[in-house]
């Protein structure tokens, strides 16, 4: 067996390394180490954005130039308009008013731009990245293509860092707190929601995600990673001019995050460097061997980038990680954590759902048509009916995913159109998907985790800071005593895409029940079970109505429901053919014909 | 302004639009059939320029040697394909393509006193040299992950663009050129002058656009293709290759990209990155159009050339920041027209 190494030892060497580096290191080599420390720090803001979250962005570099040029002018200029004469002179100040600036013009940006789908988003930031840039030159007040000269030094309690080796440490702790407080935020109730933003959309509104919220807090944090950059770069380089705020260095900050392994963390050192690296290296060899100058280096670039994305879409960081024997570290569950608040549920018999005459019509097609259902604490009703009866259209109409065309939807005595699906899960339903829509790479508890995302309310600051360690004990006690309830304890810490189809049926009713619900919808949670795990689950869902949770079943397996349920509605062509109890519709004759064909 | 320097702004506003047209066209075609943002259509424009500008100098194109090159490597892998298939019979038609007709073209320019010929012969020699460098880009980088969601696919097209504008500093320095106009030829319109070569311009979008039209209303291959852009798999299980649909529809790209080049050298002049900003015009037109509809995207053209035309009279300085800031009322605007929250490819 390869000898493995706690991942704290390797940290720890890491950061002695760092530590002696300056110490040691020609002064040619420290400077290279401070670009790619503050390349770094902008290319993690995009492994946020990109990697994680699925946005892109190559405007990047027009926030380092927004940080960069906020210092610049606050602390050169001899005459500031006097609403802004408290900012100048001093670097510190001017960081905190870049930032502040920056999350304005990234909420304005992104305000206008996030709510598109994929591709206009990169597309808008190519344009106001070179917007941005082209203004950088032209402002008279910026210095124009010359740029802003006397940029003066940090101090930090009255020490001037005007050396290379002195703002190394600097540089290396802004890009290692940002490190550790992107980790920090990704193994969070807000990081587990942000995780979502890839793929699981739609499951995340449904547990109660504000995926726009979401989208909006990365783009806004790779901003501000990307104007701390910025700063710390008008204050080594001591002057700004438009040159490195360019778009072509927005693409080269893309292609760092890229090719570090854009879901990685740690991807974006390791990309800051190699391309860093390369490029310093590029720029002494080929124009010797194309005997002109000029930036040649960006045609290998561009081939790496074809390349990487054609074989190692990755990137580098995992066959890197694979070099290092790494123990992995489980999850610890703290059991003595305090169990979360329930909220009282209704009295059994009660009816908190009601239907009433709901007619959905899609152009001509009425695939409801005057449908009316109730459910009541404490009850399973199941909804049947032969292929295309309009089952999931109803259960559309019911989750809020649809609006009907006429009648309405009453949830708890208040009307379920017209609201959002997280509205409609925070009044406490919750609801299941007939095509699983789980997170493959999460764990399971992970994804159950995401269940209970509105019984937690810890944002991004304290989850950055880990001062939401209490509460996230606590939320994931939850989802783990929910993974225990549905008998999936032993799989808690795989990744849920390794579950086979049945198992993650489960876990998607494991992840409804972590929201604490009144009423569960279960979209056809029975498809793919063997029959064991379908006694299992009908034993759990008869628990789950003893303890007075109203479930409503949309079924095709008819063993599965006969046995289980209290009430069956049957559906056919868009209409309520029949409703009764089990024994009774399993023998009325317009039910039949529905099933086996009329009798001629 | 009077109304002298409003014609001719409008004159200047209406050939660029009409090349931006041109260019939003193909962009919305390659968008459409292979969901490939084709950032790299401008360094068609450039490319297809500067080959002409190269020929007509005398030299050999060194664009062709990119095309050998690339041919090369396509050769490689299809043939080992092919023999892999089991099908040697298709060698001499993968090596003829590949390698055969670009070292031909070589031999031909080295040969010919192209330098002396009449502009037309030229101008075809630098479409035969550059349009082929579509479908190998297609074969070499998009084909093996045509599968990839857009977002890999428009980075890649980004790392495409970065590359090949360091190619076209390496082939054609950093010093810009302009070719001949077309004609010498001035018409008075009233109370403007009007040159022949923005009757060229114009006249050539117009034709190049009817020609396209009636190539996907009446060809099967244009039929194929738009079959393709409306239902991919659809059109597959129908036998059209998703393969030939990409390489047709990047030979389209490449050659309205070196047509553009070509039609617009003698008004401005070009440099090997000048095709980035006018294809990201062409952008701009496009996302007019919502990436889908193209007579939006030709309208959106039109836009954008009147409205950098004129802001360079306003504000000349602020010309580019004008033209780029317009996508955000557009996206704001299709923002506006909002939709629920759904997946991403």
Not at chain 2, 33 to 43: K, L, M, S
Not at chain 2, 116 to 144: K, T
Not at chain 2, 201 to 223: H, N, P
Not at chain 2, 234 to 257: D, K, N, Q, V, Y
Request: charged fraction near 15%.
């Amino acid at each position: 067996m390869k000898p493995m190494f706690s991942p704290r030892l390797i940290l720890g060497v890491f950061l002695a390394v760092l530590a002696v580096a300056p110490l040691v290191l020609s002064p040619f080599y420290v400077t290279l180490l401070n670009y790619i420390g503050l390349y770094a720090l902008v290319a993690l803001g995009l492994v946020l954005l990109t990697g994680v979250g699925g946005l892109t962005s190559f405007g990047q570099a027009a926030f380092v130039g927004l940080g960069a040029y906020t210092t610049a002018v606050l602390t050169t200029a001899t005459e500031l308009p006097g609403w802004l004469a408290w900012a100048g002179g001093s670097p510190w100040l001017a960081l905190v008013v870049g930032l502040v600036f920056t999350a304005v013009v990234a909420l304005v940006l992104g305000s206008l731009t996030l709510r598109l789908s994929g591709h206009y988003l990169p597309l808008g930031t190519i344009a106001w990245g070179i917007s941005l840039y082209f203004l950088f030159g032209t402002l008279d007040t910026l210095g124009g293509h010359t740029g802003l000269t006397g940029v003066p030094p940090i101090t930090v309690f009255g020490f001037e860092l005007d050396r290379g080796e002195e703002l190394f440490y600097l540089i290396w702790l802004f890009l290692l707190s940002a490190v550790f407080t992107t980790q920090n935020l990704l193994d969070s109730r807000e990081g587990r929601a942000i995780r979502a933003l890839k793929g699981g959309m739609v499951m995340a509104e449904a547990m109660g995600v504000n995926t726009a919220r979401s989208r909006m807090i990365i783009f806004v944090i790779a901003a501000l990673h990307a104007c701390a950059s910025g700063w710390l770069y008008a204050h080594l380089q001591r002057f700004v001019n438009p040159t490195p705020f360019g778009l072509h260095i927005g693409i080269e900050y893309l292609f760092m995050a890229v090719v570090g392994g854009a879901g990685q963390v740690w991807g974006a050192l390791v990309g800051a460097g190699v391309i860093t690296i390369a490029k310093q290296w590029l720029q002494d060899v080929l124009p010797r061997i194309f005997g002109q100058s000029g930036n040649f280096e960006v045609i290998f670039f561009g081939l790496m980038m074809v390349i990487v994305l054609q074989r190692a879409r990755d990137g580098l960081w995992p066959l890197l990680a694979r070099l290092v024997p790494v123990r992995a570290t489980r999850r610890e569950l703290d059991a003595a954590a305090e169990a979360l608040p329930r909220k009282p549920l209704p009295a059994k018999g009660e009816v908190i759902l009601e239907a009433k005459e709901v007619t959905r019509r899609f152009g001509g097609l009425v695939a409801n048509n005057n449908m009316s259902l109730s459910v009541r604490a404490g009850e399973i009703l199941a909804l049947i009916g032969p292929n295309g009866a309009g089952k999931s259209t109803m259960f559309n109409q019911i989750s809020g995913v649809d609006t009907p065309t006429s009648g309405e939807v009453l949830f708890l005595g208040r009307a379920v159109a017209g609201r959002d699906s997280r509205e409609i899960a925070r009044m406490g339903m919750s609801r299941t998907f007939q095509h699983v829509k789980l997170l493959p790479t999460m764990t399971v508890l992970e994804n159950v985790a995401i269940g209970a995302h509105l019984r937690g309310d810890k944002g991004v600051l304290s989850s950055a800071w880990r001062l939401d360690r209490n509460q996230e004990a606590r939320l994931l006690n939850e989802a783990a005593r929910q993974i225990e309830r549905v008998g999936l304890a032993e799989h808690m810490f795989d990744a849920a895409g390794s579950l086979a189809l049945g198992q993650q049926r489960i876990l998607e009713i494991a992840r409804a029940l972590a929201a604490d619900p009144c009423l569960l919808l279960l979209d056809e949670p029975a498809a793919g079970l063997r029959f064991k795990e379908k006694q299992a689950l009908a034993e759990l869902l008869r628990k789950l109505r003893g303890e007075g949770i109203g479930i409503l079943l949309v079924e095709h397996d008819m063993d599965f429901v006969m046995g289980l349920v209290n009430r069956v509605v049957v559906m056919e062509f868009g209409e309520k053919i029949a409703e009764g109890l089990p024994e009774d519709v399993q023998r009325n004759p317009a039910v039949l014909e529905a099933y086996l064909g009329g009798v001629e | 302004m009077d109304f002298q320097i409003a014609m001719l702004l409008g004159q200047d506003g209406i050939t660029n639009g009409a090349i931006y047209a041109l260019l939003a066209l193909a962009l919305v075609l390659v968008f459409a059939v292979t969901r490939v943002i084709f950032i790299p259509q401008g360094e068609f424009v450039s490319y297809g320029a500067l080959t002409l500008v190269m020929i007509q100098a005398g030299a050999i194109p060194a664009t062709v040697w990119l095309l050998l090159g690339a041919g090369l490597l396509a050769a490689a892998l299809d043939v080992r394909l092919a023999l892999r298939a089991g099908q040697p019979g298709r060698l001499v038609r993968l090596l003829g393509w590949y390698v055969a007709y670009p070292l031909a073209l070589v031999a031909l320019l080295y040969t010919l006193p192209v330098k002396d010929f009449p502009m037309a012969a030229q101008i075809l020699f630098a479409l035969a040299v550059v349009v082929p460098m579509g479908p190998l880009m297609y074969r070499l980088i998009y084909q093996p992950i045509a599968a990839a969601p857009v977002l890999v696919l428009l980075i890649v097209s980004v790392a495409v663009h970065v590359a090949m504008v360091g190619l076209g500093l390496l082939f054609f320095g950093a010093e810009g050129s302009r070719t001949p106009p077309f004609s010498e030829a001035r018409f008075e319109m009233g109370p403007v002058m009007v040159s022949g070569q923005t009757i060229w311009v114009v006249v050539s979008s117009l034709v190049l656009i009817v020609a396209l039209y009636q190539f996907f209303e009446r060809t099967l291959y244009g039929k194929a293709l738009r079959a393709t852009a409306i239902n991919r798999v659809g059109a597959r299980l129908m036998g059209i290759s998703p393969a030939l649909a990409g390489r047709l529809t990047f030979f389209l790209a490449a050659l309205i990209g070196a047509l553009s080049g070509v039609l617009i050298a003698p008004i401005t002049t070009i440099y090997y990155d000048t095709g980035f900003l006018i294809g990201l015009k062409g952008f701009v037109a496009a996302i007019v159009g919502g990436l889908a509809s193209y007579p939006m995207a030709a309208a959106g053209a039109l836009l954008v050339g009147l409205l950098e035309a004129f802001s360079s009279f306003w504000a000349s300085a602020h010309k580019e920041v004008i033209v780029f800031t317009l996508i955000i009322p557009v996206l704001l605007w299709r923002s506006l027209r909002g939709r629920h929250v759904e997946e991403e490819e």
